[in-house]
């Protein structure tokens, strides 16, 4: 079981001034696995993701990927071991097209950091546009492929954003409330995307509020509360714990 | 036919038909004489050059006169110290901008926003500051670097001892002065818009667009964008140093009032003027302000009334009177008019201009394309 | 010693203009997200303000007397001022005070140039790409040149201080030093002026209204919006205050550096450096760079520095700018987020 | 019709170079027409080149200039009342344009930098047929422009330019200076500084920094030290510096009693205004009274520095208070057609382009090397500064030099430099051999 673990949370410890914002946090998940983290507001989850994609660096502990310690890794270096992140607030490329803002990140894939080939003609990456087009008709927005991504609806952009990362085939993506601003018809289709990933074997780290989404995809759910993990299991077994009952979802349902 | 303009061959046939044609079709704007043409093609490139930086990076560098400076005083090192042909001068230039352009850029880069503009600010204007006083040895400061007669010219010297006066630059025996030295300008100006359209339409340009609009989501994508931007600064800087130096092509004399902060707000405004990010907006801002530079201000009372001679004589001393304020000493009025006039009313520059009248044209309104401009600052997280 | 003393001086009064001019830059930035390249404008139009009120002060009423004749075979122009004629000695008590007088004409002026000039341009480009407003303001700022150089000349306009401040404080006397520390007493008015102009601007962002607007507006300026607070009509006074600001340097500085059209272009490039010195969207990180500055030019021009580093002084504002970018990354009191897309 | 419509010539031109364009060596633009040298007037017309500054700090300065310039054009064509023409030496001018051919002119903005000024006279010698460029307010762009029209075979008539390079290490066959320099003003200030303030003094320079300050500080420290002065300190102060006060204080503790500010425009009306507010005309040093010298004047300047310069010395080339006959009637032309007095930029200005007009009467041609023959090494006289020599060994004028100071009680706005003394050319006339430099040829050139 520790063989597989694609990612290893080890003992992180963060503080903001004072402000614990994690402590003591243990997580693995393993290949394969969906995992979902739920909690209160301001429980850390954001700062567990930040801690992930090495935008914030813990106090104490580590992360571990892959079997690679990302203690000096950048946010770009933890991109090329193959950790994508759909964000809270979109993050796209507003001013360029659809299938622009998918292709980005494809090539970022094929030619890693930094590939200098500054004559290479854009018209002649057939494979790559074919791979975006996909893409983007997997999350349903293929019809607007030439369209400026800035003018998309909150729900589209976080779609788009989704197409972005699942262009990279990442072994492990971090989703941070992908449905959150959705209407239900739009929620019950990125639920339904997921799974399809799912099958695909790709690693998931989701943080969601929705209930109906969480229990739809997890595989485990690790709850989070002021910075600790209280709880870790299979749905059923969060679903029955008093603790995590008390502490989040008898407050919140 | 934009989708046929859409294709290499034809955009570079059609640029290179109308760069060459200019003596003809610039003969009833006034504009057609050696120098103006020359002056043209050659900021034509500073302003290409700086879009690469400026319109696909979005940092806005403050301080790109500075390689053209170092361009020009490169080249005319060259003339004075190997030999007064033109291809081992431009190839200094490029050479001397790029280096220079690789230190500041790798120094400035490490800032994004307002501070890097003002690293850039503020390396340029150390350089002018001291090109203009305690470097003169190697910049004749004030008075520019010139050609002497006690130049060496080794190179020249091997193949025949100086003449009486001072030589011209050439290209292998041609003289570069005048029409041919258009000419020259002409051909690397098409060039460097055949490297510029590729670059726009490669990966590179995409990637580096993408910077532009989301750096931060560059990050999380796995790109390192340091490298990025650090070429796409050196290649403008090469752009400015290539432009510097076929300044002194045509006219071998480098001063240092080119490295100014009002030389690098220039090519800034020829950009925006243009339409920053487009192909050849820049240059189009460019033939702007250099035509009005050059037209406008060469008007004087005499040639108005001349001018205005077929009116009756109180409603012509009017039109002079009103017309006098915007043009020879007053070229600079005119010219902030015109800025401000096409900011307000053409949001993206003349390019924008054209689309808007190819849009009129093509019948009606544009459709639901109309682009939000998405310039409000992104949200810090 | 009080060589270094005297450049002190010097640094403070230079210090005290940059930190004019950047403040109202630098609020115009942070609560409008304003790159204003006619902020110089403003500045010399202030200076202005002193040499019109002059202007005006010294009419003079012309009559030609026939019988003598000009070099140039015309008759002579006798020529008397009105305010003397009319006014006698308070006249001429007008005309010695006209600088520091001409400042009660600038502030509304100002503000009107102001309030004119946000309503009419600058507030339609609040959403518009950075490069756009820097094209708008620096064209503007051509314009009004222009139209100043069209009614005044390129030539400067010379402007004297009050009789009563022309002079030197000998301020060594104070301490017991007679005679070596020497300096004009309207540089130290200077100074002391801009000390209450900045404290005045800071006490009325401190408790008005206005001043929560400036600094929750260069926090956040959306949730101001939900504040429920007429934020247009604050907006507009922002840039009328930072009118004001620049425009009153002007005035005072009049007798320091006799005012020309193009006097704000100069100061302009040194302003931005100021400014982003101090940090983006930081009133005290202006005023501290201004200073800082101020001195640090002052100290770099003694010829004992200037002996060891040849030319130090013609660059030591872009060399400090340069360490304290690369040293701190927004600038000595800049927050993050602020113009750095 | 205005400059921009078409011509016939540009026509060809176009047609020729486009032609070029597309297939053949670029050779035959040249034979496209034929001309013995560049611009030779073909028509009834002789076209000059006036390139002034018309923005930047020098912008009244260049408008004054061309005010001049459009007198002189006035009374080569026999307009106006004639001015100087009446009583220059010389009597080639009949006041019919030059050589019968009626005198045109085109103008442009210098901007007081070398690139611009560079451009703008190129348009005139390749647009505008410009047979002679004249202008300008600062030696950077004199001296850059000169070099061009030496390669553009077309001749050059300096306007104010002070730098001792101007006609020193950047001499140029095609370029001529009416205008004093740095030297004669050491020379010229030299003994009246002696005689006014004595000759135990000591100087402290500051400097503006770049080549004009230079040859300057050189030339007056030169002057001084020969005279006896002790020089405490020579200062570079950065063009544009604006304030001052930097500088300034350091000088009041130095031992120096005076103050010598070699800067010119703003920098000169800034440098002395605080200066004054410094206390330094009040100030006693060493049991003296403190002084301050500026070595080249302009009323403009004194128009800006306003009380300050009171009492102040320096030179200059001319002024319009001159009483010689010359000068009268220029003032007299000048004052009548505009309604103030001439700068001496002005006179400058209108002197060069008479000179080259007579030169060319003289000559019986255009042809720039016979108008390079006919100016070298002539003499005349009524043109406002007494018997002149152009000399042909560095294309420079002697004449005689005003030492003057700033009016104390001047009788009108225009009246603020009083004349001390008139210096004779005898006095400030050097060797040439001393600042090097080569004339290079007189070859004719084809555009």
């Not at chain 2, 901008?97 to 390396?123: D, K, N, P, W």
């Not at chain 2, 039109?319 to 015109?338: C, D, K, Q, R």
């Not at chain 2, 096409?342 to 009129?360: N, Q, S």
Request: with cysteine; proline share 4%; charged share 15%.
């Amino acid at each position: 079981m520790v063989a597989n673990a694609v990612l290893h949370v080890a003992d992180v410890h963060k503080n903001f001034g004072g402000l614990r914002a994690l402590s003591d946090v243990d997580l693995r998940v393993d290949e394969g696995e969906t995992h979902a983290i739920i909690g209160p507001n301001g429980a850390g989850k954001s700062t567990l993701l930040n801690v992930c994609v090495g935008r914030i660096k813990p106090d104490k502990g580590h992360v571990v990927f892959d079997g690679e310690v990302l203690d000096s890794h950048t946010p770009y270096q933890i991109n090329q071991l193959g950790v994508s992140r759909v964000f809270q607030t979109p993050e796209i490329f507003p001013d360029l097209s659809l299938l622009d803002n998918v292709m980005i990140p494809a090539f970022a894939s094929r030619d890693g950091a930094f590939r200098l080939r500054p004559f290479r003609k854009l018209r002649l990456e057939g494979d790559v546009r074919a791979e975006a087009e996909k893409n983007l008709e997997d999350v349903g927005l293929a019809a607007l492929k030439d369209t400026e991504a800035g003018s998309l609806s909150r729900g589209d952009k976080r779609r788009l954003e989704l197409a972005m990362c699942l262009i990279q085939k990442p072994k492990l993506l971090l989703l941070d409330e992908p449905t959150a601003g959705m209407s239900r018809h739009d929620t019950n289709r990125t639920v339904d995307l997921l799974k399809t990933i799912k099958q695909r074997g790709m690693t998931k780290v989701i943080i969601e509020h929705d209930m109906h989404v969480v229990f739809s995809l997890a595989d485990r759910i690790s709850v989070l509360a002021q910075g600790r993990i209280i709880a870790s299991g299979k749905p059923e077994e969060i679903k029955g714990n008093p603790v995590v009952q008390e502490a989040y979802l008898g407050g919140a349902h | 036919m934009t989708k046929l303009l859409d294709r290499e061959p034809v955009a570079l046939v059609v640029f290179s038909a109308v760069i060459l044609l200019m003596p003809l079709w610039l003969t009833p704007l006034g504009a057609n004489y050696p120098d103006l043409l020359q002056k043209f093609a050659i900021f034509a490139i500073f302003a290409m050059g700086f879009n690469i930086l400026f319109g696909l990076t979005g940092y806005l560098s403050f301080g790109h006169a500075a390689f053209l400076g170092v361009g020009s005083y490169a080249a005319v090192w060259s003339f004075k110290l190997f030999t007064m042909n033109v291809l081992p001068a431009i190839a200094f230039g490029i050479l001397f901008s790029g280096v220079f352009a690789f230190l500041i850029g790798y120094v400035s880069l490490r800032r994004s926003g307002i501070y890097f503009s003002i690293l850039t600010l503020a390396f340029a204007q150390m350089c002018y500051n001291l090109a203009y006083s305690v470097l003169t040895p190697i910049t004749n400061g004030e008075t520019g670097l010139q050609l002497t007669l006690q130049d060496p010219r080794i190179i020249d010297r091997m193949f025949g001892p100086a003449g009486a006066g001072l030589p011209s630059t050439n290209f292998f025996g041609l003289p570069m002065s005048g029409y041919p030295g258009f000419y020259f300008c002409a051909v690397m100006l098409i060039i460097c818009f055949f490297i510029s359209r590729r670059i726009f339409k490669s990966p590179l340009g995409l990637t580096l667009l993408g910077i532009k609009s989301n750096q931060n989501r560059m990050n999380y994508t796995g790109f390192n964008t340091r490298p990025y931007t650090q070429t796409a600064f050196v290649i403008s800087g090469m752009f400015a140093g290539l432009a510097g130096s076929l300044l002194a092509v045509t006219d071998p004399l480098a001063g240092a009032e080119r490295m100014q902060w009002t030389a690098s707000g220039e090519v800034v405004l020829m950009t925006i003027l243009g339409g920053a990010g487009t192909l050849i907006g820049p240059m189009l801002g460019a033939w702007l302000i250099k035509y009005f530079e050059n037209i406008f201000s060469a008007f004087n009372d005499a040639t108005l009334e001349q001018t205005f001679s077929f009116l009756p004589e109180p409603l012509a001393n009017a039109a002079v009177a009103i017309s006098g304020l915007f043009v020879g000493e007053g070229w600079h009025l005119t010219l902030g008019v015109l800025f401000m006039l096409i900011v307000i009313f053409l949001p993206g520059g003349i390019m924008e201009g054209w689309r808007r009248l190819v849009r009129w044209i093509g019948g009606g309104g544009g459709g639901k394309a109309k682009t939000e401009s998405a310039a409000v600052a992104q949200p810090a997280e | 010693m009080d060589a270094l003393l005297l450049q002190f001086l010097n640094g403070l009064d230079k210090g005290g203009a940059y930190a004019l001019i950047a403040l109202g830059l630098t609020l115009v930035f942070g609560t409008l997200g304003v790159v204003n390249f006619a902020h110089g404008a403003l500045f010399m139009l202030g200076a202005f303000c002193a040499v019109t009120f002059n202007k005006i002060l010294t009419l003079e009423k012309v009559v030609l007397d026939p019988e003598q004749k000009t070099a140039w075979g015309t008759p002579l122009e006798i020529r008397t001022p009105y305010v003397e004629a009319w006014l006698g000695d308070f006249g001429a008590f007008l005309l010695n005070y006209s600088v520091p007088v001409s400042i009660i004409v600038a502030i509304p002026v100002m503000l009107l140039i102001g309030v004119v000039m946000e309503r009419g341009l600058i507030k339609y480009f609040y959403k518009r790409p950075h490069a756009d407003q820097i094209l708008v303001t620096f064209g503007l700022a051509i314009v009004i040149q222009e139209i100043i150089k069209h009614y005044y000349g390129a030539n400067p306009i010379p402007q004297a201080a009050p009789e009563i401040v022309s002079g030197s404080a000998d301020i060594g006397a104070w301490f017991g030093l007679a005679g070596t520390i020497v300096y004009p007493w309207w540089r130290l008015v200077f100074f002391g002026f801009s000390v209450v102009v900045i404290g005045a601007v800071f006490a009325f962002l401190q408790f008005t209204t206005y001043g929560m607007v400036v600094r929750a507006g260069m926090r956040d300026s959306e949730t101001v919006g939900l504040l429920g607070i007429n934020i247009q009509k604050r907006f507009t006074v922002v840039f009328g205050l930072a009118a004001v600001v620049a425009g009153l340097a002007g005035v005072m500085y009049t007798p320091i550096l006799p005012p020309d059209y193009h006097m704000g272009m100069d100061f302009l490039v040194l302003s931005f450096v100021v400014v982003v010195v101090g940090g983006m969207g930081s009133l005290p990180g202006a005023v501290l760079a201004g200073f800082m500055l101020g001195i640090l030019q002052s100290f770099a021009s003694m010829n004992e520095i200037k002996s060891i580093f040849p030319g130090i002084d013609q660059i030591i504002i872009y060399l400090v700018a340069v360490i304290i970018l690369l040293t701190m990354p927004r600038g000595l009191m800049g927050r993050e987020g602020v113009m750095e897309e | 019709m205005s400059k921009i419509a078409l011509t016939r010539r540009n026509l060809l031109k176009a047609g020729a170079a486009s032609g070029v364009a597309l297939a053949a060596p670029m050779s035959f633009v040249r034979g496209a027409y034929a001309e013995e040298f560049c611009n030779m007037p073909t028509g009834s017309t002789v076209t000059l080149g006036f390139n002034v500054p018309q923005s930047g700090p020098y912008a009244d300065e260049g408008a004054d200039e061309l005010r001049a310039y459009q007198l002189a054009v006035k009374h080569l064509n026999g307009e106006g009342d004639g001015g100087m023409l009446n009583t220059f030496s010389s009597k080639a001018l009949k006041g019919n344009g030059i050589l019968g051919k009626k005198v045109e002119y085109v103008t442009g903005d210098t901007q007081t930098k070398s690139d611009a000024a560079r451009a703008s006279a190129k348009r005139m010698i390749e647009k505008d047929g410009a047979i002679m460029i004249t202008g300008g307010s600062s030696s950077g762009v004199a001296v850059a422009v000169q070099g061009l029209c030496q390669e553009n075979g077309i001749i050059f008539m300096a306007g104010l330019t002070h730098s001792n390079d101007t006609t020193g290490k950047d001499k140029k066959r095609f370029g001529f200076r009416h205008f004093f320099n740095a030297y004669m003003s050491g020379q010229a200030l030299g003994p009246i500084l002696a005689e006014q303030l004595g000759k135990d003094r000591t100087a402290y320079h500051l400097t503006a920094d770049y080549t004009w300050g230079w040859t300057q500080e050189e030339s007056i420290k030169n002057a001084t030290e020969n005279l006896g002065w002790n020089t405490a300190n020579a200062v570079r102060t950065p063009l544009g510096a604006g304030d001052f006060s930097q500088y300034l204080t350091p000088v009041l503790n130095s031992g120096a009693d005076v103050l010598i500010l070699n800067h010119y425009g703003k920098d000169m009306v800034n440098s002395l205004t605080q200066a004054v507010q410094f206390g330094m005309r009040e100030k006693q040093v060493n049991g003296k009274n403190f002084e301050i010298v500026v070595p080249l004047f302009s009323r403009l300047m004194a128009q800006g520095a306003g009380e300050n310069i009171k009492g102040i010395l320096g030179t200059t080339n001319w002024n319009w208070s001159l009483q010689d006959d010359a000068s009268q009637a220029f003032v007299k032309s000048f004052g009548q057609e505009y309604g103030f007095p001439p700068s001496q930029a002005a006179q400058t200005c209108y002197v060069q382009t008479l000179l080259y007009a007579d030169a060319c009467e003289r000559a019986g041609a255009f042809t720039p090397p016979q108008v390079i023959e006919a100016l070298e090494g002539f003499e005349f006289d009524g043109m406002g500064n007494g018997p002149t020599l152009y000399r042909a060994a560095d294309h420079q004028c002697f004449k005689d030099v005003l030492v003057v100071k700033g009016n104390e009680n001047p009788t009108s706005q225009f009246d603020l430099l009083e004349v001390v003394k008139i210096v004779p050319r005898d006095q400030v006339t050097y060797d040439p051999a001393i600042f090097g430099g080569e004339l290079g040829p007189a070859d004719v050139k084809k555009c």
